[in-house]
């Protein structure tokens, strides 16, 4: 079974530059979260999907951080513009997670996408 | 949403046995206890779930008193490749889960 895909690995920008992450998650999972993760620090979570709608975004900076999951499937989540403090790592994972039904709550991490602004 | 704590970091060394501590005091009646590991420069990875008594994976315990207001995560005999962060989480009530993650247990293991 393939994992959830992130990408890109990498990415190194000057502050007030954009940036966007992508994310493929596991077939069939219904719930993507978008995490970020600051070094030495637990993952932060920042928005989550259930299929393409929204569950909870409350830690999200929506004067410059944005995401969205067209089709209930793949998600991006875009900066904009970034600050030096955004500098982290941005974690996506997906769990076969429906609201209201019996599930694991067993969440799949991709490897991230490691953001140094400048 | 129940608030955890666990000690910010834990030395052992090879071959022993290591338990780890999670403190969930508020823990709603519907809420299971997940425990998730973390390498350097890899995403959280799910170790092992219970509600109650002890659950038993290939790779680790998980002891839940009847109170059910801790957990202790139980590693036999440590390896180096042991050595990750790892994070207790408690939630799923409801039939809503908004998993958040503390700052976890550092584990460094010895040679």
């Known amino acids: 079974e393939a994992g959830v895909a992130q990408s890109p690995r990498y990415k190194i920008i000057e502050k007030r530059q954009s940036v966007a992450f992508w994310c493929n998650p596991i077939?069939?999972?219904?719930?993507l979260y978008w995490y970020q993760q600051i070094l030495g620090q637990g993952p932060k979570l920042l928005i989550q999907?259930?299929?393409?709608?929204?569950?909870?975004d409350s830690q999200l900076p929506k004067d410059r951080f944005s995401a969205e999951r067209l089709k209930g499937v793949d998600s991006t989540l875009k900066i904009q513009p970034a600050k030096l403090e955004d500098s982290a790592v941005y974690l996506c994972?997906?769990?076969?997670?429906?609201?209201?039904?019996?599930?694991?709550?067993?969440?799949?991490f991709g490897e991230g996408s490691r953001l140094t602004v400048l | 949403l129940a608030k955890t704590t666990q000690p910010i970091s834990m030395d052992s060394y090879e071959g022993q046995e290591v338990n780890i501590t999670c403190s969930h005091n508020?823990?709603?009646?519907?809420?299971?206890i997940t425990w998730y590991q973390q390498f350097p420069s890899q995403g959280p990875r799910f170790i092992i779930q219970?509600?109650?008594t002890k659950v038993t994976n290939e790779v680790a315990s998980l002891f839940i008193p009847a109170d059910r207001k801790s957990s202790t995560l139980s590693l036999p005999r440590v390896s180096l490749s042991d050595t990750a962060v790892y994070y207790c989480?408690?939630?799923?009530?409801?039939?809503?889960?908004?998993?958040?993650f503390g700052r976890g247990t550092s584990l460094i293991v010895h040679p």
């Open positions: 994972a997906s769990s076969p997670m429906l609201l209201g039904l019996a599930n694991t709550g067993e969440l799949f």
């Open positions: 077939s069939g999972h219904a719930t």
């Open positions: 999907f259930q299929n393409n709608g929204v569950v909870d």
């Open positions: 508020n823990i709603a009646t519907n809420d299971y």
């Open positions: 219970g509600y109650k």
């Open positions: 989480l408690v939630g799923l009530s409801g039939g809503s889960y908004i998993p958040t």
